[in-house]
């Protein structure tokens, strides 16, 4: 006889085909996996009971040696092929991880340019293929925990990650094999990990009216530091505004402390990896202990010393004050008062360093919550998020309403940038807009896709290009063509290109070169409110020059056509002396107002010219007709 099976509302009606998914939380330190079991999210712990991974991966001739903390041991003694914080290389070029300075006690390979490869036994690897190796490490753990292959996983990234870090994620992910269910930015994991959209009242909460609440994730991990402003209702996860630094984290206060060490003992800046590795591995220690001790003893290369809580605040308050200031910055972005946060949340292990919560409470005037582990919190909000993604969860009571940190645009007549989507827009995400062309008889269009808030193409950064090709040959500004801009739930761009007459399309995956550096993110935000009024002139400016050449090349063309038969010598030599001056003021001013009074007496000494052509075309579209076909017409 059948069995009746029975499930719970929302659950699986067929248990045994439960689907195993996974959160994995891919850190700059350490990393974690974490899955939902009896509906309460935990993180799946090794044979030896350690919840944490860290993210080391150690190379020999061979190949991978060993991944975790296996790895970390050969930190002193084998630097160069012990890779770690490679999270900080994600997404970046050769000439990006220069201005890291010393701080990596790596050799990288000379490149051009493109994704960084290190030095190891093994040979030249990138930090995606270390990435791989620590997530197929992660998998491997859930796997035999679950003693079945993964149906997924959510990956979780800092919020202010960009295409390029996104997407080397992503590659990392299939590079090991894993299926990637969705890009979850970090600070929304930990929202949802903590339930704030349900009001909960437990964990120091604050009691508000309604069921809105305005929530503040202070996300500082080993190499990365986020700051997100979200609203929580009824189970919507609205990100407001998010900021920070792809490069800043506990590992730069380690090495702040570290420099501190050597000149303490008198050494210079040039030290080997050995060195570095020792300074770095003792500078960590020290850290962690004078999280509950006001002072520790080093002892390290021949040194002997005392490193003071206090002292340590001294070379660290600089680096927490720069994300203090993302934190203000996201909160005007936002439209939100620092008193309207009604709860503030501590993520990432670097906010166990005492001096973070001081500050962070300080600026928000409330304790932060840290009812659950700020190493853990990350992982568990995306093993929620893959539960209702694989389908063994109904998703029907959440909705993540996630945004885009910079804007996306595309390059015009010149040298300007048209914003299609443009920042702390939410995304899932789908803008279109129409352009045209510029010349008589242009086929095609070249599409160049940037990213910033200045007005300038050359003051963005450029994420690809691409070509359409097979316009019909029309007269300027009568083609039409529909750029549409997609920005998916990962935070992943396509650029689509259609000219509707034709319906001839080009399309492109943005998937930028993996060159991004580190400032700049934060300086292109910084850049476009120093630089608004230099930008606004200076767009004004581009615009006036390009309408003049569009002027100069209608009545050149024009009169090439028609002026010998509709205009006398002295008109056409009037004419001509105008387009003259308008040629030379459009190449000798700065004045944006100057050449728009040109351009429009230009246009008024050639009003009459205009209407000649008009009346000899409507003349020969009517020759030959009646008055009565053209009434019936």
Known sequence: MALLQISEPGQSPQPHQRRHAVGIDLGTTNSLVATVRSGMAEVLADEQGRDLLPSVVHYVAEGVSCVGYEAAEHNVADPLNTLASVKRLMGRGVADIKTFGSQLPYE?????????????????VSPIQVSAEILRKLAGRAEIAFDSELDGAVITVPAYFDEAQRQATKDAATLAGIKVLRLLNEPTAAAIAYGLDEAQK???????????????????????????????????????????DSALGGDDFDHAIADWLRQQIGMDDDLNPIEQRI??????????????????????????????????????????????????????????????????????GSTRTPRVGEKVAELFGTQPLCSLDPDQVVAMGAALQAEVLVGNKSGDDMLLLDVIPLSLGIETMGGLIEK????????????????????????????HVLQGERELASDCRSLARCELRGIPPMVAGAAKIRVSYQVDADGLLS???????????????????????????????????SHARDDMQARALREQQVEADRMIEDLLAAIYKDGKALLDAEERQCLKVAIQELRELRESTTEHRLLARQIESVAKASEEFAARRMDASIKTALAGQTLDEIEKG
């Open 420 to 447: 299609i989507i443009h920042r702390n827009t939410t995304i899932p995400v789908a803008k279109a807009q129409e352009f045209t062309t510029f010349k008589d008889g242009q086929t095609a269009m070249a599409i």
């Open 279 to 348: 300074l770095l591995e003792t500078a960590k220690s020290a850290k962690e202990e004078l999280t509950d001790s006001a002072e520790v003893a080093l002892e390290v290369l021949d040194w002997q010393g005392i490193l003071t809580r206090e002292l340590m605040h001294s070379l660290i308050d600089g680096l927490i004050a720069k994300t203090m200031r993302a934190c203000k910055k996201s909160l005007r972005d936002a439209g939100v008062a620092q008193d309207q946060i009604d709860d503030v949340i501590l993520v990432g």
């Open 202 to 244: 437990d964990g120091g909460a604050k009691e508000t009216k309604g069921q809105d609440r305005t929530v503040a994730i202070y996300d500082l991990g080993g190499g990365t530091f986020d700051i997100s402003i979200l609203r929580l209702s009824k189970g919507v996860f609205e990100v407001l505004a998010t900021g920070g």
């Open 495 to 529: 650029v689509t290109a259609r000219e509707l007459t034709s319906n001839v399309e080009s399309r492109i995956e943005v998937k930028p070169s993996y060159g991004l550096g580190e400032e700049e993110i934060t300086n292109m935000l910084q850049d476009s409110f």
């Open 108 to 124: 990288f390979a000379d490149d051009k340019g493109g994704m960084p490869k290190i030095k190891t036994a093994a040979g030249l």
